[in-house]
């Protein structure tokens, strides 16, 4: 528990709506952002809701250098619940504690921790259903990066080469600001086995694994979450799966020029690399509703390439504007 204010009362939301949205920040390093959301597909499933969400926050408290963004992807029947949860209590948690202005990362960790706690104490069935959380909080050219589960966040740098000024702007690299919550990986492995979970993949008729990793009770074939890290799920979370978020911070540069977060309905197919040449043309053209559209078109081209579902695509960009 935090030295936060006390949050209000949730309420769930009545719709759920899934659409462009655009908003320039007028100070800071945030030049403008967008996000989008799109439903994916089970087939024979016609009552399939989109689970994700998305947290937009600018200027928070009044505040023009401090920003907060995140991608929620939510799992399990009661997904779109906790998702929505997490979209409208954490910023008012975040806002209220009392650590923001003066130590932002300590600020983040608390909230995500309360959030968790009071996602255990509300209506919501929160057994075999969870979210991840990907999210960033900015303040003046400082960035902390919060991850929890495998969705996914990265920054794209335009790599100045003094030597060949010809050619300045034109290469791009991209830098990771989180990495995948899996199973497999070797520390969440050991805190899940000591826990006393197990992790398998599911198998076929001859025994072979198919598809990721997963957790399982020690004795029993439940719950086979995919991730190692969730908001939520509290079997899993009898078993070592936490909502502790990973953090790291990142010092903004002028070289800096945009930021993705996405679901993994974004990532599944699209590498990191790939997402930034996704954007680039948008960037260029200062569209960034465009960035978000052209992440959703080819993650769902990939997606029915691959497989006969596809997954919730949500992103939010953000175009910045770094000076030295």
């Given at each position: 528990?935090?030295?936060?204010?006390?949050?209000?009362?949730?309420?769930?939301?009545?719709?759920?709506?899934?659409?462009?949205?655009?908003?320039?920040?007028?100070?800071?390093?945030?030049?403008?952002?967008?996000?989008?959301?799109?439903?994916?597909?089970?087939?024979?499933?016609?009552?399939?809701?989109?689970?994700?969400?998305?947290?937009?926050?600018?200027?928070?408290?009044?505040?023009?250098?401090?920003?907060?963004?995140?991608?929620?992807?939510?799992?399990?029947?009661?997904?779109?619940?906790?998702?929505?949860?997490?979209?409208?209590?954490?910023?008012?948690?975040?806002?209220?504690?009392?650590?923001?202005?003066?130590?932002?990362?300590?600020?983040?960790?608390?909230?995500?921790?309360?959030?968790?706690?009071?996602?255990?104490?509300?209506?919501?069935?929160?057994?075999?259903?969870?979210?991840?959380?990907?999210?960033?909080?900015?303040?003046?050219?400082?960035?902390?990066?919060?991850?929890?589960?495998?969705?996914?966040?990265?920054?794209?740098?335009?790599?100045?080469?003094?030597?060949?000024?010809?050619?300045?702007?034109?290469?791009?690299?991209?830098?990771?600001?989180?990495?995948d919550h899996k199973p497999d990986e070797p520390d969440e492995s050991q805190r899940i086995m000591q826990c006393g979970g197990r992790i398998e993949a599911y198998q076929d008729d001859q025994g072979n694994p198919l598809g990721p990793a997963r957790v399982w009770l020690r004795q029993q074939?439940?719950?086979?979450?995919?991730?190692?890290?969730?908001?939520?799920?509290?079997?899993?979370?009898?078993?070592?799966?936490?909502?502790?978020?990973?953090?790291?911070?990142?010092?903004?540069?002028?070289?800096?020029?945009?930021?993705?977060?996405?679901?993994?309905?974004?990532?599944?197919?699209?590498?990191?690399?790939?997402?930034?040449?996704?954007?680039?043309?948008?960037?260029?053209?200062?569209?960034?509703?465009?960035?978000?559209?052209?992440?959703?078109?080819?993650?769902?081209?990939?997606?029915?390439?691959?497989?006969?579902?596809?997954?919730?695509?949500?992103?939010?960009?953000?175009?910045?504007?770094?000076?030295?």
């Open positions: 528990m935090t030295d936060s204010e006390p949050v209000k009362k949730y309420e769930p939301e009545k719709t759920h709506k899934r659409k462009f949205s655009l908003q320039n920040v007028k100070k800071g390093v945030i030049l403008k952002y967008s996000y989008k959301s799109k439903m994916g597909m089970i087939p024979g499933n016609p009552g399939k809701v989109n689970q994700d969400s998305y947290i937009a926050v600018s200027n928070i408290g009044g505040n023009p250098n401090l920003h907060f963004y995140a991608v929620c992807d939510g799992h399990g029947f009661f997904g779109r619940d906790v998702s929505t949860f997490i979209k409208k209590v954490l910023p008012q948690i975040l806002e209220n504690d009392r650590n923001l202005q003066t130590n932002p990362r300590k600020a983040l960790n608390n909230a995500i921790l309360r959030v968790s706690q009071e996602l255990a104490y509300s209506d919501i069935d929160i057994n075999f259903s969870g979210t991840t959380l990907i999210s960033v909080l900015i303040k003046g050219t400082t960035m902390w990066c919060a991850n929890v589960g495998d969705s996914r966040a990265l920054i794209a740098r335009q790599v100045i080469d003094p030597n060949k000024p010809e050619n300045t702007g034109r290469h791009w690299m991209s830098i990771a600001l989180s990495r074939d439940l719950p086979g979450l995919a991730m190692s890290r969730s908001i939520g799920d509290a079997v899993a979370n009898s078993v070592g799966v936490i909502p502790e978020p990973e953090i790291l911070e990142f010092q903004l540069k002028p070289e800096d020029k945009f930021i993705v977060l996405g679901s993994d309905g974004v990532f599944e197919f699209i590498s990191n690399e790939e997402a930034v040449k996704i954007v680039v043309p948008y960037w260029k053209m200062d569209d960034v509703e465009g960035a978000c559209a052209g992440l959703e078109k080819e993650a769902n081209l990939r997606w029915t390439k691959e497989e006969e579902v596809i997954d919730d695509i949500t992103s939010v960009v953000l175009f910045l504007d770094v000076h030295k």
